[in-house]
């Protein structure tokens, strides 16, 4: 069993910049992040394999958010520049125990490991 741990988020300005860090106690093929408002569906924000290093955002975030990974510590981070008031949300990070292919990577039946959350604020 992986437990993975967030940490970062908190209330910021819009165009201001936030970090968002996951730790993973074990291996995971996959790891990435999701974002969840109240009353909305999940929504798949950024994704990063293990192997071969290739990684996925969705649109809304492209060019402002950036995935990266430290695999000696099993950690995957989310930098977030440029944020705007609709970035607001609780933040999850997931992960796969096994690999699968990308055509899948934004679907959160996927992922069977899951972070506690962190809120992220942008006010205007």
């Known amino acids: 069993q992986v437990q993975l741990v967030e940490s970062g988020g908190g209330s910021v300005q819009a165009r201001e910049s936030l970090r968002l860090s996951c730790a993973a106690s074990?291996?995971?093929?996959?790891m990435g992040w999701f974002r969840q408002v109240p009353g909305k569906e999940r929504e798949g924000v950024a994704f990063?394999?293990?192997?071969?290093?290739?990684?996925f955002y969705a649109d809304s975030v492209k060019g402002r958010f950036t995935i990266s990974r430290d695999s000696a510590k099993n950690t995957v981070y989310l930098q977030m520049n440029s944020l705007k008031p609709e970035d607001t949300a609780m933040y999850y990070c997931?992960?796969?125990?096994?690999?699968?292919?990308?055509?899948?990577?934004?679907?959160?039946?996927?992922?069977?490991?899951w972070g506690q959350g962190a809120q992220v604020t942008v006010s205007s």
């Open positions: 997931a992960a796969a125990s096994v690999w699968f292919p990308s055509h899948s990577i934004f679907s959160d039946t996927r992922y069977n490991y």
């Open positions: 074990g291996y995971t093929a996959i």
């Open positions: 990063a394999y293990t192997h071969g290093g290739l990684t």
